[in-house]
């Protein structure tokens, strides 16, 4: 790791940054599989037990990631158990392959959701406005071609006017339309299955901390019949035994993790490094609660641009600039706020962050030298993978 830029993550389970770091144990599981031979159908119905465990799930697999899960998920809504029909898509794909998604939920992760749904050969049906969707939109949405809705729970989402998940179950329901669930990002594993989501989909390598895969939940049948796309479009999804068995140690640690006490922990850092810059002219700083519910706090700074002679883009660049380099989440910050999350915080790490803190936006001179915000960060990823 030593020839790689050294990077603090204070902006949370960022594909971009690794996503998160793995406990000694489940690293080591890692390690041991890449020594043995394993059948494959063996380890996934292992991770199963230990998903339906996790989520309240009947049945679960492991694929490449959350993305992977929704087409998968939306795969097996379009062609069910039949086995010849999953080998003939995407191409030979038929016209009950609607999928019905709120407009505000049509958000990117890095990447358009609609693709991940897309790549299956379903077309996407957008329902309501981006930031409204009433049940009888929904309702109306639903035809005889429609086998599946997508629901998402994100910050990524609009975050008002989205009809509630019960009631979306519940239209859909009506209609015999399957319902998957992307809560990629969430900590709560068991509240979609249990209030009647078919598949629930989560990421391994988010809050749980393990290998990169996605962690598809659900009904029987309906995961037998997304785990069976691997025959066709989810061959190139994949997980090799390396990532089932440590995914399967990670979501074991998960279940006998205590996240009430480890908040409380995260809590102490936050007013730790709020204090470190409450005293800075041009700087607020507010301790906030996770908009989707999550158990977690960051701490918001809320930038002055007059006085403080920086905007929140040049103060997240001198930041970058410093070393380590210290990766903020950035969501906010053409509204002038940048955030800090503590949950990948290796030991030590809090008290270099609020030194870095307090010297940066203390350096009125290097921070005017910072860079503003970029067209090409405003537009988006594209930049950094052509930049090589
Ligand atoms: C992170 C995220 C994804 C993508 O997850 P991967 O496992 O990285 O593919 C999808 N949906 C939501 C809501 C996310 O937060």
């Known amino acids: 790791m030593n020839h790689f830029t050294k990077i603090i993550n204070v902006s949370g389970t960022m594909t971009g940054l690794g996503a998160s770091i793995a406990s000694e144990s489940v690293a080591q599981a890692t390690s041991a599989a890449m020594k043995n031979f394993i059948f494959i159908h063996e380890a996934q119905r292992h991770a199963s037990t230990v998903i339906a465990e996790l989520t309240g799930a009947e049945k679960g697999f492991l694929t490449a990631s ?6 998968l998920s939306v795969a097996a809504a379009i062609t069910g158990l039949d086995a010849g029909y999953a080998l003939s898509l995407p191409k030979g794909v038929k016209e009950k392959s609607k999928v019905v998604v709120q407009a505000g939920h049509l958000c990117s992760y890095g990447a358009p959701i609609a693709t991940a749904i897309e790549l299956a050969g379903a077309k996407v049906v957008s329902v309501g406005q981006a930031t409204q969707t009433s049940d009888i939109s929904l309702d109306y949405a639903l035809d005889e071609n ?3 809705a997508l629901y998402v729970v ?17 239209i859909c329901h009506a209609k015999n339309v399957m319902v998957i669930v992307d809560a990629a990002s969430e900590m709560n594993l068991c509240g979609f299955i249990e209030k009647g989501a078919d598949i629930a989909i989560y990421s391994a390598h988010k809050f749980i901390g393990g290998p990169t895969a996605g962690i598809v939940a ?12 691997n025959i066709g479009i989810g061959r190139g999804f994949k997980v090799g035994k390396e990532t089932i068995l440590g995914a399967c140690v990670a979501m074991k640690e998960w279940l006998s993790k205590d996240r009430i006490a480890e908040r409380k922990e995260e809590k102490e850092i936050l007013n730790f490094w709020k204090k470190s810059v409450e005293k800075i002219d041009g700087i607020k700083a507010y ?8 158990l977690i706090d960051r701490l918001e700074l809320h930038i002055n641009h007059q006085k403080l002679g920086a905007n929140a883009a040049m103060v997240a660049d001198a930041l970058a600039n410093h070393n380590p380099s210290i990766i903020i989440r950035n969501h906010f910050i053409e509204h002038n706020i940048i955030e800090l999350d503590p949950c990948n915080l ?10 870095a803190l307090k010297e940066i936006l203390s350096d009125k001179a290097a921070l005017k030298k910072a860079a503003d915000i ?4 405003r537009n988006g990823t594209v930049d950094g993978y052509l930049s090589w």
Not at 66 to 71: E, G, H, L, Q
Not at 287 to 294: L, R, S, V
């Open 66 to 71: 959350a993305s992977a899960a929704i087409t």
């Open 146 to 148: 429609t086998c599946a």
């Open 374 to 377: 970029t067209d090409s960060q």
């Open 218 to 229: 659900g009904k029987k049948d309906a995961i037998r019949a997304a785990y069976l796309q």
């Open 346 to 355: 290796k030991e030590g790490q809090s008290e270099i962050v609020a030194k």
């Open 287 to 294: 301790i906030k609660p996770d908009p989707t519910g999550n």
């Open 154 to 170: 994100s910050h990524h989402t609009a975050s008002y006017g989205m009809i509630p998940f019960e009631r979306f179950v519940e």
